[in-house]
Structure formats: C-alpha cells, structure tokens
C-alpha cells in the first residue's frame, strides 16, 4: 500500500524469510561462516540456536544460496513432529529419491546411504537441515544420531545441522543424548539486535527494497521500535511495516516516533512487542548524537580543568582519558573494543574502568562472545558489588546465559536484575521474564522442581570451568 509513496520496489520489512534482505551483523556473519566451515571440513554435526525471530530459518535460506548446487545436496525438513521412519522417508523425498512407502528402518537407512556414498564418488557434500529441532522427539533425535555413523574410513557421508531455540540445548545435554551433544563441533547463536544495529537493520531493508536514500526514520523513533521490539528482528519487521503505513496515511516525509506509537497501539497484544517500552524508552548506548554530546562535555570539562591550573587533570588517569575519549568516538565496534580492553586491562584504577567494563561486555556480546562476555560481568561484579553498572551488568549476564542457552542459569540472573535496570530494558525483561515462566512451566510438566534453580548464587555471573582468567580484579569492597 505504502511502497509507490516512499518509491519502493517491494515491502522491505515481509516477515516471510528471504535471503535477500539478510542483515550481515557480527553474530550472524560469524554464524554463517562457523557452518560454512563445519561442512566444508565435514566436521559431521553443527548446531544454531536462537530466541524465536532472531533469523535462523532466514540464515538457513541465506546459508543454501550461498552453497555451490553442483557440489552439495541439500535436505531441509521443517517438520519437527515425524518419528522416526518418517523422518527417513522425508530425507529420501527431499535428496530427490522419490516418495517411498516402506516402514522398513533397515531398508530406508540403507537406501540413503547408497545414495550418500554414490554423492561422495561424484565430488559432493550431503547435508540435512532440520529447524524447528527444539520439537525433536527423543526417537528422531537419536535417529539423527544413527545418521552420523553413516561414514567411510575418512569422512562422515551427512552433514547435519540442527536448528532451534534455547531449548534445544537443554534438549540434547540430557544424559540419554549425551552422545548426540558430543557429537556436535560448531555451535552458533544469534542474538537480539543492539540499538546500533537496530538502525543500521532497518536502512539496509529499506535499501535492500529501493529506498536509496529517500525514506528516513527518525532516530527517537528507531529507539522506541527498538525499546517495543527488544531487538527482535521478527518483531522489528512487524512494528516497522506498521510505523511506515502510519506515516502514509499521514502523508509524512519521514517516521516519526508518533507513527511508531501508532504502529505499536495497532499491534497491541502481540506476542513479545511492548507498547509501555514506548513512553519511556532507554538512553541510547552509542548513537552519533551521543558520542557528539560526550565528546563536546568531556572538550568542555577539559577547558575548565585546564583554566583551573590543571591540578585536577595531572590526578586522573591521563591515557584512561584519552583511551576513553577514543573509546566513545571510535568508527567501528571492533575498535572501541580494542580501547575499552586497554581500559579495563591496564587502568584499574581510572574513573572510567566501571563503564569500561560494561561497554566491554555489551561489544563482547555483540559479536556473539558470551563466555567472554561473562568473564567481563564477573570483573565488574566484583570489582564493583555496589557500582552504578550493577543493574545493568546483570541483565547483559542475564543476555548471555540466554544465548549460551543455559536458561535455568540464566533466569536465576534475570530474577537478580533490579526494579530500576528490569525497567530501563523493559521490552528485552518481558521477553526473558516470558522465557522463563515458560521454562518453569516445562519443569513442572516434567516432574522437575523450577524453583529448585533459585538456590543458585545469584550475586554475582557463573563463569564456565575452564575459561581463561579475566582481567585482575582489584580486591572487593567489603
């Protein structure tokens, strides 16, 4: 409706998964490459874990374009509700061997391993995709199972990839899967979108659908979709189409944080937007205006230091200051990364080591480095127990646990935010309050005790056993 006005070609924000609007951030180029490396080498089993609209199914899509037709074959089965044999017989449907009638496991598995070894003499790589694979029976799963023996002397004849929520991963690190999860080499995750990368989603669609340039979201607004949506892309895509009709019918020149709000009135009661995160959305954590505004106070605070005798100046931490000065006007990710690890590395003692920590964890989770970015939280946290970033550190470990898909740990953590950090993330909580209610609600179905996760230390991250050493933290405050 809206796409002659704003000179489009097609609706950039189609909740439909296409390949063509793939949005390359750091978490999902690292992703596609992890398994674009994994069947290369043939390491046999890859996994891809992510919240529901992260973009696995899309990533899936993107992943199949970008392999050569003439050297692999492809099977991807979105049904996660078959047995076992069914699964068979899918697998053979998609490999292009025709539907088969037989309910003989026997049969079916030898049938697809001929057909697998005669691949292998042809120079080709077989891989089955199943998404959805937090629904896999505990059958499938270990016919999936049986499918990696299927082998010559060197090489795995499949490559599976499975594809799924948080879920799967407590699905597979059950005792009676412990060969399957052994089995698996590369684990990728995405993740929520970061407000920066929120904004740079929403040009390239528009670009991707023929904006070039013309259409132009107003930055308050790219906040509040990102404070309604969490980040979610799923999510972005639903409440930005609305925000553009809105802005049609107002005949406006560009979105405006008012076709936003209406765009989220219209949607209200969809499953995982929040209308509230609209009011009062969250400062922004690195936004040009931001770093503008810094930059000039921190010229500001310099002058008058400098006016006073520069006595003040000669007791702070110079390099800090200018790491941090850097840090907050760097052009890329990876290098403000790079400066805030100097910072917390190298100058402990620097008014800018708490927030240097914490921008450290946000980059880290950013690019997909959980562990890392728990080490990072665990610095701050005891560095810092009574620290102003105490709030949000424990939500950003919260974040990570989330996407390691460690949910019993990870909603002890969310049950640890405090009132003021739950509601300056407000949209990103409801999301993970919504995951762990569900998470409880599993427990009890299956006999388990959700509360018994409550007896966890919750004061400060759990880093995993056998990760490197983080940074030295000064000795704690009492």
């Not at 013309?214 to 925000?243: C, F, K, S, Y």
């Amino acid at each position: 409706m809206y796409e002659q006005y704003f000179g489009l070609s097609e609706k950039p924000f189609a909740l439909t998964p296409n390949p063509k609007f793939v949005f390359q951030s750091d978490q999902y180029r690292v992703a596609v490459e992890s398994l674009r490396y994994g069947i290369g080498q043939k390491e046999g089993f890859m996994l891809v874990t992510g919240a529901p609209g992260t973009g696995k199914t899309t990533l899936c899509r993107d992943l199949l374009e970008k392999l050569d037709p003439g050297k692999f074959r492809v099977a991807l089965l979105f049904n996660p509700f078959l047995n076992g044999v069914e699964m068979l017989q899918a697998l053979l449907s998609e490999f292009g061997l025709g539907d088969t009638q037989s309910t003989s496991r026997k049969e079916l598995l030898d049938r697809l391993n001929t057909y697998l070894l005669q691949q292998l003499a042809n120079g080709r790589t077989c891989i089955a995709i199943f998404d959805e694979a937090q629904h896999l029976s505990t059958e499938f799963l270990e016919q999936i199972r049986v499918l990696s023996n299927l082998e010559t002397e060197r090489e795995k004849l499949i490559q599976i990839v499975l594809v799924g929520q948080p879920e799967l991963l407590t699905l597979i690190r059950t005792p009676q899967m412990a060969q399957l999860d052994q089995r698996v080499s590369v684990r990728c995750t995405l993740t929520h979108l970061s407000r920066d990368e929120t904004g740079r989603y929403l040009y390239h669609r528009l670009n991707v659908a023929g904006a070039q340039g013309r259409v132009r979201i107003q930055e308050a607004a790219v906040r509040l979709i990102h404070a309604a949506t969490g980040g979610v892309p799923r999510l972005i895509n639903l409440a930005t189409d609305r925000a553009l009709l809105a802005c049609y019918t107002a005949q406006g020149k560009s979105v405006a944080p008012e076709h936003v709000r209406q765009a989220l009135a219209s949607l209200q009661g969809e499953d995982g937007l929040d209308a509230s995160a609209a009011v009062a959305s969250p400062t922004l954590l690195t936004t040009p205006g931001g770093r503008r505004a810094w930059w000039i106070g921190g010229a500001a605070a310099a002058v008058l230091l400098l006016a006073a005798g520069g006595g003040l100046w000669f007791g702070m931490d110079g390099r800090a200051e200018l790491l941090a000065w850097r840090a907050a006007r760097a052009a890329s990710t990876a290098q403000a990364e790079r400066l805030y690890a100097s910072i917390a590395r190298d100058h402990e003692g620097s008014r800018h080591h708490e927030n240097a920590l914490l921008r450290l964890a946000q980059l880290q989770m950013a690019r997909g480095s959980h562990d890392d970015a728990l080490r990072t939280i665990e610095t701050l946290a005891r560095d810092y127990p009574a620290g102003w970033a105490v709030g949000e550190a424990r939500y950003w470990g919260a974040r990570a646990r989330f996407a390691q898909g460690d949910t019993a740990a990870a909603c002890v953590a969310t049950r640890a935010i405090p009132t003021d950090a739950a509601q300056a993330k407000a949209a990103d909580y409801a999301v993970m309050t919504r995951q762990c209610d569900a998470f409880a609600s599993r427990q009890a179905e299956t006999g388990s005790s959700a509360n018994g996760m409550a007896t966890a230390d919750t004061t400060r991250p759990v880093v995993p056993a056998g990760s490197a050493t983080p940074p030295t933290p000064r000795d704690s405050q009492p």
